[in-house]
Antibody
């Protein structure tokens, strides 16, 4: 069945960086648009970024533009989010998303930004 | 960006009650609206997609309606397992947006 497994989260100091990964299985990864959502502790859900199936169209939320970079490797069935210049307000669970008739979510990876 | 306004932000209800949650989009999104249930520490669980299609395995007491800009999630008879937070999500555009959430609490 369709599965999305995120990894790469952790505790990082303000200004630091992380690379989040999402391993996809159970579907033809290269056929699908993908993205990232996030949810800060006790808060609502926020769209972060989108990437087209071939990686030639990319969009970001204004809150992360210039600091986050989405990418994909269709040969490895993997989606990535490079998160740089992290701020306390980036603390959240980050979810990998497969776009479609309805969106499919991973279980999330926690990013904590704290000194 | 398409804004989504969800109401109420919270409600108290008893087991067996009929519960209705509403979402309004800032522009027409056809039927590209989903409803999710979230419990503490868990990822959101899809309940309804394309405004009114029930996801497999979701109890039939959940139903969705609407199109264009006005949408509703109805729980026909609230059960103990339904106390959670509910979110609507528009997916008419690549930049998905979510309602603010409705926390359903036990009266």
């Amino acid at each position: 069945q369709v599965q999305l497994v995120e990894s790469g989260g952790g505790l990082v100091k303000p200004g630091g960086s992380l690379r989040l990964s999402c391993a996809a299985s159970g579907f033809t990864f290269s056929d699908y648009y993908m993205g990232w959502f996030r949810q800060a502790p006790g808060k609502g859900l926020e769209w972060v970024s989108y990437i087209s199936s071939r990686g030639d169209n990319i969009y970001y939320a204004d809150s992360v533009k210039g600091r986050f970079t989405i990418s994909r490797d269709n040969a490895k069935n993997s989606l990535y989010l490079q998160v740089d210049s992290l701020r306390a307000e980036d603390t959240a669970v980050y979810y990998c998303i497969r776009y479609g008739t309805f969106d499919i979510w991973g279980q999330g990876t926690m990013v904590t930004v704290s000194s | 960006d398409i804004q989504v306004t969800q109401s109420p932000s919270s409600l108290s209800a008893s087991v067996g009650d009929r519960v209705t949650i509403t979402c309004r989009a800032s522009q027409t999104i056809s039927s590209w609206l989903a409803w999710y249930q979230q419990k503490p520490g868990k990822a959101p669980k899809l309940l309804i997609y394309k405004a009114s299609s029930l996801e497999g395995g979701v109890p039939s007491r959940f139903s969705g309606s609407g199109s264009g800009t006005e949408f509703t999630l109805t729980i026909s008879s609230l059960q103990p397992d339904d106390f959670a937070t509910y979110y609507c999500q528009q997916y008419n555009s690549y930049s998905r947006t979510f309602g603010q959430g409705t926390r359903v609490e036990i009266k």
